[in-house]
């Protein structure tokens, strides 16, 4: 904040440069001095100067570069009885007013809204989001608000914006039959809906909201809970097929030992058991769960194909029983190098279990061989 004084008595420059972030209206400073008559009025961008003398508001002026003088101060001249040429010392508070948007103000709600869900019936919604805020109006924003305020920031005025969006948003989101699940597509709507409600009444404030922005619309805790368990059975679908899709994909892999297999195999089996139970009876109730039966065996394991790589040729793939034949032919032996699918590269067969039990129990070549 500067000021001037002109031989330590009269005001010959009035301005005001704001170094702070949240100031919307700053009273100039004149510590008992008078204002000169034909003193420089300098008000910048972003500014309007509002003259209050006497407790009555006066002349308002606009960005630009002014001499104080009777013709460009028509109320000023009235209210002092001013003839032309008048060239005394006057007394009058100056009010600068920042007209620049206040952004990223939030707004929220401090309890539940109750609406009426299409589908889900009465729900609790809470909502937030953010909001700019500019004066309009300097000489309304001054009788209405400010007062005799020497420096008024925007927090001053920001709780009582916030309770006028909250009680328009309410009753918005009660009356926009919009479902719950499609709320959050329609968010820009419900946020222009609310800021052109409210505009009539913040506007008798002085101010005008240029940007409403609702950022997201929840639900309670437990409702968000009980809707994630109900999207999950929907991705799961039907219960028995979900059991036998599991178990065959344990059966597929390769990798799987016999302990997986049957556990897969028991849950197929738990899943066609509940699915039959779940199967409504002659008069429509649940007909009564027949006796468990015993588990089925579990399935013999996947046999592995094996590769044979020889001469920079690889032949095959052949099962473990062709392998044993080609030993007694002599095509086969411990330092074949083979591989198999899930087999971190080639190896020599004599160094793989499943293998080199063949090599132990093949017979002796025949005689005379």
Known sequence: MVFGFLKGEFIDVIHWVDDTRDTMVWRFERQGHAIKYG???????????????????????????????????????????????????????????????FNDLKWGTKNPIMTRDPEFGPVRIRAFGTYSMRVADPARFMTEIVGTDGEFTADEISFQIRNVILQEMSRALAASNIPVLDMAANTADLGALVAKAIAAKVAEYGLSLPELYIENISLPEA??????????????????????????????????????????????AMGMGMAQQMQPGPWGAAAPAPQ???????????????????????????????????????????????WTAGQDGWKPAGEIMELAQLFTVSPPPPPGA
């Open 39 to 101: 003193a420089k009025l300098t008000v910048r961008e972003g500014q309007a100067a509002v003259f209050v003398h006497e407790g009555q508001l006066a002349d308002v002026f606009g960005p630009g570069l002014y001499m104080l003088e009777t013709n460009n101060m028509p109320i000023m001249t009235t209210l002092q009885h001013w003839d032309h040429g008048f060239d005394s010392p006057f007394k009058s508070e100056v009010y600068f007013v920042n007209t620049t948007r």
């Open 223 to 268: 409702v968000e809970a009980a809707l994630d368990k109900r999207t999950s059975m929907g991705i799961v679908g039907d219960l028995n097929k979900y059991m036998q899709f599991n178990a065959a994909e344990a059966m597929a892999n390769p990798n799987a030992g016999a302990g997986a297999a049957m556990t897969a195999g028991i849950g197929a």
């Open 292 to 338: 468990m039966a015993p588990p089925p065996p579990p399935p013999p394991p996947v046999e592995k194909l094996w590769h044979i790589a020889e001469n920079g040729a690889t032949q095959g793939p052949f099962s473990r029983s062709h392998l044993g034949r080609l030993i007694t032919s002599g095509q086969f032996s411990r330092a074949t190098m083979v």
